[in-house]
């Protein structure tokens, strides 16, 4: 029994999200306070949507197609990235503000702390979206950074509204534990409430439900959406469904992790990618874990 909510065999992938300029440094010890730290930086092409789409593209998805705004100051070269990448690039240039911006400090487990100018990624506004960028789409993908400001939330619900609409299947990415504590939880959960599918990390659930636990926290929002699936790192994947927990699904074992950018933005890419093929919820979770993995191997937060 098929039980992904996508369309067996294949179909389009649209993501409604951003694009932005990662500034990934990379540091050993800790920031030392009022003078140097030693550390290896790199400028990457980045954005949660953006990301996701490079990760669906990299697992098997042919038709992926993203929705953002770009600075005009880099919208040229975000958008050859993305053609590169196999990505269609739907990138509005906004001439008033630059690209988003995201510094990822890196420390020497891996983890990451995030610095975010948004930029012309909360300008997404309802005149970028149409309709018809559903058309051929099996499923309809929404970054939750920009459910965090008023014109682009109204976007995002836009595009929610019309898959409904239509029948196509939505998940969103809550995206951000702190953006999430300052619009508030309640004001979050009304605007996902019945998409078919919510991907949080550890820390967003907790923030989303209260509930220490992860399977709780899974468990509770998925009475709010159709089904849900919580990342949680090297401990793989809880997922659930009707108020109850279906399956937990182990992380793929990395022996040489460096940057954990991007590590929920693979899963989500693969995770989707698989069930546009006709995974089941389990089977996609495990394609998710493996597009993580070899995220965090690499050094931002798309495939090499």
């Known amino acids: 029994m098929n039980t992904a909510g996508g369309s067996v065999g294949g ?30 930086i790199s400028t990457l092409p980045g954005g949660a949507g953006a990301n996701a789409a490079c990760w669906a593209v990299r697992s098997g998805c042919r038709d992926v197609r993203l929705l953002a705004r770009a600075g005009a100051e880099s919208a040229v070269w975000h958008r050859d990235v993305l053609l590169r990448a196999g990505v269609r690039p ?8 630059p690209t988003g911006t995201v510094v990822a400090l ?4 891996s983890e990451r702390t995030f610095l975010t100018d948004s930029g012309a990624v909360l300008r997404l506004s309802p005149g970028d979206w149409s309709p018809s960028l559903l058309d051929g789409a099996a499923r309809l993908h929404v970054s939750g950074y920009l459910l965090f400001a008023p014109r682009s939330r109204a976007t995002a619900g836009l595009a929610l509204r019309e898959a409904r609409r239509r029948g196509v299947p939505a998940s969103v990415d809550p995206a951000s534990a702190g953006f999430i504590a300052g619009l508030g939880a309640a004001e979050f959960l009304d605007l996902v409430e019945g998409v078919d599918l ?68 693979a899963f989500t890419g693969g995770f989707l990618a698989a069930l546009i093929a006709g995974a089941d919820d389990a089977g996609a979770a495990a394609a998710g874990c493996r597009a993580g993995a070899e995220a965090v191997a690499t050094v931002g937060g798309r495939p090499v």
């Open 198 to 265: 919510l991907l949080p990390n550890a820390d967003e659930a907790r923030e989303l439900t209260g509930l220490p636990d992860p399977a709780d926290a899974a468990a509770k929002l998925s009475r709010h959406v159709g089904r849900v699936a919580v990342t949680l790192g090297d401990r793989g994947v809880v997922l659930a469904a009707g108020g109850t927990v279906t399956a937990r699904v182990p992380a793929m074992a990395v022996r040489a992790p460096v940057d954990s950018t991007g590590a929920g933005d």
């Open 11 to 40: 179909g389009g992938l649209l993501v409604v999200g951003e694009v932005v300029t990662d500034v990934v440094v990379r540091h050993a010890s800790a920031p030392a306070h009022g003078t140097d730290t030693p550390a290896r």
């Open 90 to 97: 739907l990138l509005r240039v906004d001439d008033d503000a």
């Open 106 to 109: 890196v420390d020497s487990s």
